[in-house]
């Protein structure tokens, strides 16, 4: 079957009713590979590649280099592609919605199979598998789905999401049957088929990594043992085991495999090959890597290649296929940079480049305007030149950074279209000329093989990024280039081209476009791809820029900033439809109205509009919305002169908007906001946006390359400037519909071609002609290829900018300009230095001369000083010598700072706060803060692990059943098979060799009870572990468990600690270690309340420090106020507090220059005044040098005041009159200032006041804090003193904590021995049922195989007797000779059974065939015996492990209770030990501050006297005993309430458990009644369904089909020799009737003769003596007739009856032998055959021998002439026997399996006695089969 390639590939869609031909382009060839893609080259025989191009699959020969093409059926592209193992077909999965999965015939490209509904969006890899009958797809996002396809039913065979990100490959294992492999971003998974009880399922066992650095995994390959052996992104091979990474490889030294990712695995003739992105190819070692193993704890493997190439130095491989060629090393691979190479891997070093293309994005593409000639570029550093005609690459130049843009001149501006003009990354523009080659060279004599070259005419750097744009202006007189750096740079055309100048856009360009002839004024229109569009008009050529730059200023520009209006556009739409809507409601409601009115209807117009009123209310209008960041911008192109058209990404897209400038400029360009005036949707583009507009030379066609790969073309009026005719259009998705957005159209100089380019490396040319058309039209064969210019070939070669950092031409004119200005600036300092030189010796001679003068005339030298300079060069000089000195003084410095920094970590470090006493204002309150030491290493160190302890809790130990070791396996005997070989090994017959078709059909029965036998062997296993979780009958909840321990410990008498007989409970129980941790704690929290106290204390100071900061400010204020006031008027100034000392202690520990001079002087002066500066009587230096500084600061604060009193008002400086006027302005300015006079007094009152307050609160919560860290130190000091205690008890209690760890560690050691032995005592057991049951099964066999036989007797002694076995040898000695004395003992006793013939009492020996058995029954016997000699061997040595585990779990018992009561002791050691310390501890005396209200406890109204009864309790802890009386009402009857569901729920269960029973027993009644109705009696279903064929009776019935063949060809021939003889038989019976006839006539003659003699003898009366007896005879005859006649009915009745058992097969009738004796022989011919009675028991059946009696007696009837040949026989009989209607038996076996008698193995049969415990879930699943 195969579907129609037409009616599957998608076509191009064209708009309805538009008239557009859908042939309007077509194909024509295709110039690009996407490289980039992941296994993007298949190979399909010797000499055609396969590689996916967008919405293409291309085929190319590799010879020819001729392509054909495959459309995707869905148009949404084509996600992965591979070719079937037999290359007789290719799998093509696609991309878009729900894709399909098409295979392809192979060469006749017919579509063969669909595959649909494997992923959502797109396939990402597909593979199929060794054989070629399953393939395997992986999908992309969102699903990821693995499917594993019947791709030839096309039918899901299984599917799995593989991964939660992208997966890059999935491949079948060669090696290993159902085993798969996937990766892809950050993982790595194994996958198996695996036969679940459900079905076939998919399992997954995702890789991890370890120590391992998560990597991407590009590439695999599974080796034959099930390890896999993966590639990583940093170039090492991952060795991969059960889901671990088993070890990574790598080179020696710790090299990596491959200096980049690995891409590829292949096993190629026993080596492992990789490729990489490095370019070379290395071969390993495989046996070595798949036995490698990490030799130290880096995990790594070290191993050096076998072989290895390297291909080039910018090659990088991404795939490889190998040739189909047998016997080859060719491969083919691909170059992600751009290429396809033909590598002959014997390591012969010979590659060869095939083909070359565009590596990447094609940014740059352009056509000639006078020939079919193509130029591209991209970011590969390449330029590439097409024939699109001839369809082959002429020439490539390559250069040292990427192409962003190319644009081929036109005419105008050369004249024989050969210059291209080439952008690059690094802002560097080229100017390339073509020409051919041959012209050129052919005049020097010499030959060039190349069809054109491409030849560096100028290189210049106008930019600093990438150059984005070039256009040449209408006329050809100037060049523009845009970049993205946000400038415009603009050229003068001619041989050399020259810069004019720049501008500046405010964004990076995006296009340019210069106005067209059209327009009245040269502009250029500069696209930005942040949406701003600028018109700049054109400069002139011979324009000249002024200053050190070549920025054009003064060029005339319109700026226009797009303004998103989409948002607006669906809200007016929306209104619109709204309107609409509501006067369809409109009309509606009159019309109803009228119907109404009409009818009479009690409904009034209000009830009406009541009704209206009810229905929903419409939503809100939508919002308006402006995109951040803005949209970017796409294209654009002019439509009239300031007029143009824009076309918008992101969320602007779907309209072409149509702009115009405003004529208001004189905003900021950054600022503007300008909308279109007009738009036009544009169909299906909201998130597809259109990227590029070209239009053909007649502007009646406009071609769109779309975001999602496709090409648009919309016809439209050639004068329709305005596009108002753009309605219908024709559209054909051809590049990558994800990532190949068409960024570059271009139409042919004629017309004729159309040219795209995506970012995904395709180029495509579509023919505008039919092929008739075409084909005449490039009846050329080539483009034409320009001339060189005339005198090229002497011109020296241009010189190129390789460098990347090269300067642009506006920072070389910058550069130039600069070094312009420092040579003029180097000029004008020689002429300073000079004029310096001669004023130097103008100032000397007047030096000289001011010297000469008399002295009260002669000038000082300070005043000939003019410039300070001098100085400051002298100081500078100065510092450096201090420097120097420092330098020298170093050591000496860094000693005494060691010092000094030892000092301040013994006695200041520890302190972390020190005393600081904050005083008020103005009372005389203060406030001090802690002094704080800091915590101990010790301390905090058991803080630290105190905290970690609580957070992990306790550590749970494992379960025993966690640690159970594997139980020790027992060799199992596969009894069913041994018997069926057995028993057909009791057929001795000549060897047949089996057909293919039933070796086939062998093979597959015995996989299928392969698989049965390991599904059941499996689902046993799943039951006993669902057994084996079953909880015990005594089983208790330990959540229940726990809730009676919390119970008990909290119910009933509680002792006080104080009791004599209170026991300690565990959790109570306190040691040193724990009372350390809450002195710790303690310490801790009284740490943290005392620093959070200093903070605020800190805080409070701080506070002062500014307040006494902005007193000082306000004072200053006051004075300024004062200074123009009059005396009279002036308040005196508040004093300014100051800090005291114990406010900064810190000042202590600060020191300047000075201080330290002070010091020096100081102690130098008590030195040589002889007083000692440590003496008592002395004066300390440090305390004179601290008064000293308090007296500076009080002289300083003095003198302030002093100097704020004496002030002069304005008033006393000018005391001369004054006007009235200026007296007024006096008098409000003199208000003013007592204003501001009295508003600082009051904020520095207010200020100083509200700081006391503070002060004040603060004190009083402090006194708070005083009380608790009195109670605090009192705890502490009590805690100190149990610590001391415990410290005594430390000793005595870890000897006894030690000796009842290790009792409690015996004890669970043996309780473990105890349950592991159990264990292994449940486990043999279940071995030993299984050994009494193959014993069981052994008997039963030995009963089928004997049948009826005479040997019966004989055979069972046989089959019982114990023969004398030799023993494996055991480890001791003493167990050999036990062994053989067993041996011995046996062997005698058995010999006393030997079996004596009934006949002549001579024994019979049993190891010798008698006379007439069978003696391959003997040996069968024989062979059985042995079988169940190993079973009771077995069973024996279960047996014997099962009381040795027996022994050693009574020796554990007893072990265990004396370790019981060693533990006991040991508690009750500990539990006096903790008691006696409990009562030491008792006696500590705790202090306890108590109010007279916090005392209730009076005796007789009266507070007593002593307090020693009294009970010390919280209130809290009051309170909450009290509540919890209530709670624990609540919970008891909340409790009874629970126990009454419970009990309930329990007898419900309990009924229940009776109906699971009653239902159980159902269904094995019904499940054994099915049995007996399929099979007569009772089977083991798995028995059953684990039978396999028997290859022996496979080979008889062989045998049996050939001699039939042979008997058929035998009665052929005889056949032949019966016609011949009947032939013979019609001759003789012809010639005898003839005879007859005479003979006839002459008894007539005779009877007329007779009748005439008897009338003449009438009258004698006289008889004949002897016809009397002749009649007698007759009469006899006819009786024995009848009674055969009756034999005859009876036997086919008995026949009847006998084939009417289906569980029997009846031989027919055969003829005796031996005529004479045989009861169907016959003497007469008239009589008939009587045939013989075969009794109902005779039966043939599989195993059983047919009575040697019956072939004796009877032989096949052959024909119904056997059956009765007698002439005489009644007619009726005959038709009687004929219409008989025999019955068609069909054995239920037939029923069963499904396939035909012939191929049925008979089953064991169980006994009807025997009884099958069957499970439940067994029975219903039997029950299920029957019915199925």
Request: aromatic content about 6%.
């Amino acid at each position: 079957m195969y579907y129609n390639y037409e009616e599957l590939c998608s076509r191009p869609f064209i708009t309805e009713d538009s008239n557009i031909p859908p042939n309007l382009l077509h194909l024509s060839h295709s110039f690009g590979y996407d490289c980039g893609r992941r296994g993007n080259l298949q190979l399909l025989d010797e000499h055609t590649l396969a590689f996916i191009a967008g919405n293409l699959l291309i085929l190319l020969d590799v010879h020819t280099k001729e392509q054909r093409y495959i459309r995707s059926s869905s148009g949404g592209g084509i996600g992965a592609i591979m070719t079937h193992p037999s290359k007789q077909h290719l799998a093509v999965a696609e991309k878009g919605h729900q894709p399909n999965i098409i295979i392809y015939e192979y060469p006749s490209l017919r579509p063969y199979r669909i595959l649909r509904g494997g992923t959502g969006r797109r396939y990402s890899f597909v593979d199929f598998n060794r054989d070629g009958s399953l393939l395997a797809s992986v999908g992309g996002p969102p699903d990821y789905m693995l499917t594993i396809w019947d791709w030839k039913q096309e039918q899901v065979t299984l599917c799995n999401k593989a991964f939660s990100q992208e997966v890059y490959r999935v491949t079948f294992s060669p090696d290993c049957v159902g085993q798969l492999t996937t990766s892809g971003t950050g993982h790595i998974r194994f996958w198996k088929m695996a036969r679940t009880f459900t079905g076939l399922k998919l399992q997954g066992l995702l890789g991890r990594f370890g120590k391992t650095t998560v990597t991407d995994i590009e590439a695999y390959v599974e080796l034959p043992d099930g390890k896999v052996v993966s590639g990583s992104e940093f170039g090492n091979m991952l060795l991969w085991e059960g889901g671990l990474i088993k070890v990574e490889i790598c080179r020696k030294g710790q090299r990596t495999c491959h200096a980049g990712t690995i891409h590829q695995f292949n096993v190629d003739e026993g080596e492992l090959m990789t490729i990489g992105s490095d370019g070379a190819v290395r071969s390993w070692n495989l046996e070595i890597i798949d036995a490698a193993d990490a030799v130290d704890d880096t995990g790594l493997f070290e191993i050096e290649p076998v072989n290895e190439i390297l291909i080039g130095r910018n090659v990088s491989l991404f795939s490889m296929v190998k040739s189909s060629a047998p016997e080859t090393s060719i491969w083919f691979a691909q170059d992600s940079n751009g290429g396809i190479w033909k590598l002959d891997l014997s390591f012969s070093n010979i590659t060869e480049c095939l083909f070359s293309f565009h590596s990447g994005a094609i940014h740059g593409l352009d056509v000639s305007g006078n020939s079919h000639l193509m130029a591209t570029t991209a970011l590969d550093s390449s330029v590439k030149v097409f024939d699109f005609l001839s369809k082959k690459e002429l020439t490539v130049s390559r250069f040292k950074q990427g192409g962003t843009t190319l644009t081929w001149a036109s005419d105008m501006v050369n004249s024989g279209g050969s210059l291209l003009v080439v952008g690059f990354s690094d802002g560097v523009v080229r100017l390339l000329e073509l020409f051919k080659p041959q012209s050129l060279y052919a005049v020097g004599g010499r030959s060039h093989a190349e069809d054109a070259e491409l030849r560096l005419r100028q290189a210049l750097k106008p930019h600093n990024a990438s150059v984005t744009a070039i256009a040449f202006e209408r006329t050809g007189k100037i060049m523009a280039t845009g970049s993205a750096d946000c400038t415009v740079f603009f050229f003068t055309v001619g041989e050399k081209y020259n810069p004019i100048g720049f501008v500046t856009v405010p964004g990076s360009v995006q296009g340019l476009q210069w106005s067209p002839q059209s327009h009245e004024k040269s502009t250029l229109l500069i696209f930005c791809q942040n949406g701003h569009v600028v018109e700049v008009q054109c400069p002139e050529a011979d324009h000249q820029t002024r200053g050190n730059t070549f920025q054009l200023s003064d060029l005339p520009t319109m700026h226009f900033c797009f303004s998103s209006i989409k948002s607006r556009i669906k809200r007016d739409a929306e209104i619109t439809l709204r309107q609409a809507r509501k006067e369809d409601k409109k009309k509606d409601r009159e019309e109803r109205l009228k119907k109404l009115n009409e009818q009479n209807s009690d409904d009034t117009e209000e009830q009406l509009q009541e009704k209206e009123e009810e229905e929903e209310e419409e939503d809100g209008l939508p919002p308006l919305y402006i995109p951040s960041p803005p949209s970017p911008l796409h294209c654009g192109f002019y439509s009239a002169p300031g007029f143009f058209f824009l076309s918008m990404g992101g969320y602007d897209s779907g309209y072409l908007y149509h702009c115009e400038f405003s004529e208001q400029q004189s905003q900021d360009a950054l600022e503007r906001k300008d909308e279109p005036f007009s738009f036009i949707p544009v169909e299906d583009t909201d998130h597809n946006s259109i990227l590029t507009i070209t239009f053909n030379s007649s502007r009646q066609l406009m071609f769109c390359g779309m975001e999602d790969g496709s090409i648009r073309v919309y016809p439209i009026q050639a004068t329709d400037h305005q596009l108002s005719s753009m309605q219908a259009y024709w559209a054909l998705s051809i590049h990558d519909n994800q990532y190949g957005s068409v960024r570059h159209i271009r139409c042919s100089y004629d017309d004729m071609f159309i040219l795209t380019a995506g970012e995904d490396g395709n180029i495509f040319s579509f023919s505008c002609l039919p092929e008739e058309e075409l084909q005449r039209a490039m009846q050329l064969k080539h483009a034409k290829v320009p001339s060189p210019r005339v005198g090229l070939e002497m011109e020296k070669a241009a010189l190129d900018i390789e460098d990347p950092s090269a300067y642009s031409i506006e920072t070389a004119k910058q550069k130039l300009e600069l070094d312009r200005m420092l040579q003029e600036a180097e000029q004008r300092k020689q002429e300073r230095r000079k004029r310096l030189v001669e004023l130097q010796t103008q100032f000397q001679g007047l030096l000289e001369q001011n010297q000469n003068l008399p002295e009260h005339i002669r000038l000082h030298r300070s005043e000939l000083e003019l410039d300070p300079r001098f100085h400051e060069e002298i100081e500078r000089q100065t510092e450096e010598s201090v420097m120097e000195v420092r330098r020298e003084l170093a050591w000496e410095e860094e000693r005494h700072r060691l010092g000094l920094n030892k000092l301040q970590t013994m006695f200041w470090e520890s302190v972390v706060q020190d005393t600081v006493t904050v005083y008020a204002f103005e009372s005389g309150h203060k406030i001090s803060t802690y002094r704080l030491l800091a915590l101990s290493f010790i301390q905090m160190h058991l803080h630290q692990r105190n905290r970690d302890t609580s957070r992990g809790g306790p550590v749970e130990q494992d379960h025993w059943w966690n640690k159970a070791e594997p139980t020790k396996q027992i060799s199992n005997i596969s009894f069913q098979d041994e018997l069926i070989t057995g028993q057909a090994g009791m057929m001795k017959s000549e060897s047949w060799k089996l057909a293919s078709r039933e070796a086939e059909k062998l093979r597959k029965a015995a996989e299928k009870a392969e698989k049965a036998r390991t599904r059941i062997e499996r689902r046993k296993k799943d039951w006993e572990e669902l057994y084996a979780s079953k909880p015990s009958e005594d089983y208790e909840d330990p959540k229940d468990v726990e809730a009676i321990r919390s119970a008990k410990e909290k119910m009933g008498d509680f002792k006080l600690k104080t009791a004599e007989d209170f026991t300690v409970p565990e959790h109570m129980r306190m040691n040193e270690e724990k009372k350390r941790v809450q002195l710790v704690e303690l310490e801790k929290k009284i740490y943290e309340k005392k620093s959070e106290m200093n903070a605020r204390v800190m805080a409070l100071r701080d506070s002062k420090v500014e307040i006494i900061a902005q007193l000082h400010s306000q004072v200053d204020q006051l004075q300024m106020i004062q200074q123009r006031l009059p005396p009279e008027k002036r308040c005196p100034l508040p004093s300014v507090p100051v800090l005291m000392p114990e406010e900064m202690p810190e000042r202590k520990h600060r020191y300047t220059r000075a201080t330290l001079e002070r010091f020096a002087t100081l102690r130098a002066k008590m030195v040589s005044t002889g007083l000692d500066e440590q003496q008592e009587d002395g004066l300390n230096i440090l305390k004179l040098l601290e008064q000293e500084t308090q007296d500076t600061e009080h002289d300083v604060q003095n003198t302030h005041m002093e100097d704020g009193g004496v002030v002069e008002t304005l008033s006393q400086r000018h005391e001369e009159e004054v006007t009235e006027l200026e007296r007024e302005v006096r008098e409000v300015e003199e208000i003013r200032n007592l204003h501001q006079q009295d508003t600082l007094l009051k904020q520095m009152e207010e200020t100083v006041w509200s700081f006391d307050a503070e002060l004040r609160i603060l004190r009083h919560e402090k006194q708070e804090l005083d009380g608790y860290m009195k109670l605090a130190d009192l705890r502490h000091v009590t805690l100190l003193e149990e610590l001391l205690l415990l410290k005594d008890f430390e000793k005595r209690e870890n000897i006894l904590q030690e000796r009842l760890t290790n009792y409690i560690q015996e004890e669970n050691e043996i309780a473990a021995k105890m349950r592991e032995y159990k264990h292994q005592m449940e486990v043999k057991k279940r071995e030993i049922h299984k050994l009494q049951g193959k014993e069981k099964t052994i008997a039963a066999a030995f009963q089928t195989s004997l049948g009826e036989n005479k040997f019966e007797e004989f055979l069972t002694r046989v089959f019982k007797k114990k023969t004398k076995r030799v023993k494996k040898k055991e480890t001791s000695g003493k167990e050999d000779d036990e062994s053989d004395e067993d041996s011995e003992d046996e062997s005698d006793g058995d010999n006393d059974e030997d079996y004596a013939d009934s006949e002549t009492g001579a024994p019979l020996d049993d190891s010798v065939c008698p006379p007439d058995c069978n003696p391959d029954l003997f040996e069968n016997t024989l062979r059985l015996r042995e079988h169940r000699l190993d079973v009771e061997e077995q069973l024996q040595e279960e047996m014997k492990n099962v009381d040795n585990l027996k022994k050693e779990c009574d020796a554990l018992a007893k072990k265990e209770k004396i370790v019981q009561n060693n533990r006991k002791a040991a508690e009750g050691d500990m539990e006096l030990i903790n008691r006696e310390k409990q009562q030491k501890l008792n006696e500590v005396d705790v202090v306890v501050p108590l109010r007279l209200h916090q005392i209730e406890y009076v005796s007789r109204g009266r507070l007593p006297g002593k307090l020693d009864s009294a009970l010390v309790l919280s209130t809290d802890d009051l309170e909450r005993l009290q509540k919890r009386i209530k709670e624990l009402q609540q919970e008891k009857t909340e409790q009874r309430e629970l126990y009454k569901r419970a009990r309930h729920q329990h007898v419900q269960l309990r009924h229940d458990l009776k109906d699971m029973e009653a239902r159980i027993k159902e269904s094995e009644v019904r499940c054994e009644q099915q049995m007996l109705m399929k099979f007569g009696k009772l089977v083991d279903l798995d028995v059953l369904q684990t039978l396999s064929g028997n290859r022996k009776l496979e080979e008889m019935r062989q045998e049996i089909r050939e001699k039939e063949a042979k008997c058929i060809q035998e009665l052929k021939h005889w056949e032949a020799k019966v016609t011949d003889a009947r032939e013979a038989l019609t001759e003789i019976t012809r010639q005898n009737t003839e005879r007859l006839s005479k003979m006839h006539s002459l008894l007539s003659q005779k009877n007329i003769l007779d009748d005439q003699l008897n009338s003449r003898q009438r009258k004698t009366v006289s008889q004949i003596p002897g016809r009397h007896l002749a009649d007698k005879q007759e009469l006899q005859s006819l009786h024995q007739l009848v009674e055969a006649q009756a034999q005859d009915i009876e036997a086919l009745r008995d026949e009847i009856r006998s084939l009417s058992r289906k569980d029997s097969i009846v031989l027919p009738p055969l003829e005796p032998l031996d005529k004479s004796s045989s009861e169907c022989s016959r003497t007469d011919p008239t009589e008939p055959v009587q045939l013989g009675h075969i009794p109902e028991e005779q039966y043939v059946g599989e195993g059983t021998e047919e009575p040697a009696s019956l072939h004796s007696r009877y032989r096949d009837a052959e024909t119904i002439t056997d059956v009765c040949n007698s002439t005489e026989l009644p007619e009726v009989e005959i038709i009687s026997l004929l219409e008989e209607q025999l019955p068609v038996y069909r054995l239920r076996a037939d029923c069963v399996y499904g396939y035909e008698h012939d191929d049925w193995i008979h089953t064991p049969l169980i006994s009807p006695d025997t009884r099958i415990d069957l499970t439940s879930e067994q029975i219903e699943e039997t029950l299920n089969y029957f019915c199925e």
